[in-house]
């Protein structure tokens, strides 16, 4: 029951990303999803952790910042797609939720704490709904060679955990609960390389996970407390890469194919040895870009 409790949360989270742009209440998503008022309400507090009202308002704010920072449009065009009765009303709501205008963050982009999509029902998470047993995904692995150019890394890293759910079960308990929501909404209003990535760092052959972006080497905007901002040299990486694919049947599968390849390719063979002194990245959007492992190397003499 608590699983479908999940499912029908994840309806009125999709339902609200759907119509981001419309006039939204709680009284109109009761409508379409053919649930009472008091159901979205109750059930939506309790797993999403935020009352629905303010998720509404703040999706909206917060997918306003973010063409605010990245396209031309006029203010009080983006302040009317997106509801906001005029761009008085649009400013009011920008100010209380993150403490300056909508005018100044366009001028001087800095973190804010954006409310992203909320996910109350990951079906890899929940170990759900199987996995698609396709022959050998290995086959779709790309490998190559790159040079990054110098850039900083924004995040956080810890020892305590070296995989994802792990580690940010770990954060949480540090941190409070809801700490990976305030992270990840953070990081996502500053414009990033590869968007959000996970990966790992080496510290007396232990090995630690870290959750961050990748920024232009000149960033100097504000960085959080509890977030590092590290200058990452230029260096040679190479890359395991699977193409875009479906994450709720084909997860599991994919990283089970990165790491056959990332364990069958011979470093020494190809001219490398791992750089275990910078980080490894693993970048993962699934739906746009699929899933890497982006490794530094030194080249051997």
């Known amino acids: 029951m608590v699983l479908e409790w999940n499912r029908s949360v994840q309806r009125i989270i999709d339902c609200v990303e759907e119509n981001l742009t419309e006039p939204l209440t709680v009284e109109i998503l009761a409508k379409l999803l053919a649930y009472s008022p008091y159901y979205c309400t109750r059930q939506f507090k309790k797993y999403a952790k935020i009352t629905l009202r303010e998720y509404i308002r703040l999706r909206k704010v917060s997918s306003a910042a973010l063409e605010l920072r990245d396209t031309k449009q006029r203010i009080i065009d983006i302040a009317l797609k997106y509801g906001f009765s005029s761009q008085e009303a649009f400013t009011r709501s920008f100010k209380t939720a993150y403490g300056i205008t909508p005018n100044v963050y366009r001028k001087m982009p800095v973190m804010l704490p954006l409310v992203l999509k909320r996910n109350v ?31 900083k890394f924004i995040g956080i890293r810890s020892m305590d955990a070296d995989k994802y759910w792990d580690f940010w079960e770990s954060e949480e308990a540090k941190h409070g609960e809801g700490y990976c929501d305030i992270v990840c909404g953070q990081l996502a209003s500053i414009k990033s390389f590869n968007g959000q990535v996970g990966g790992w760092h080496y510290k007396d052959g232990k090995r630690g996970f870290l959750y961050g972006i990748e920024v232009p080497a000149d960033y100097s905007g504000n960085v959080p407390a509890g977030m590092e901002c590290t200058l990452i040299p230029e260096s040679t990486y190479v890359t395991f890469h699977h193409p875009p694919y479906d994450y709720a049947t084909m997860e599991k599968a994919v990283s089970r194919a990165l790491g056959k390849v990332l364990d069958n390719w011979d470093f020494a063979q190809h001219g490398y040895k791992r750089n275990y002194e910078l980080l490894t990245y693993m970048r993962h959007d699934p739906e746009e870009y699929g899933q890497a492992y982006v490794i530094p190397v030194i080249k051997i003499d």
């Open 121 to 151: 029902f990951d079906p890899y998470y929940f170990k759900i709904g199987g996995t698609v047993m396709i022959e050998d995904l290995t086959r779709n692995v790309t490998v190559s060679i790159q040079v990054i150019p110098v850039h």
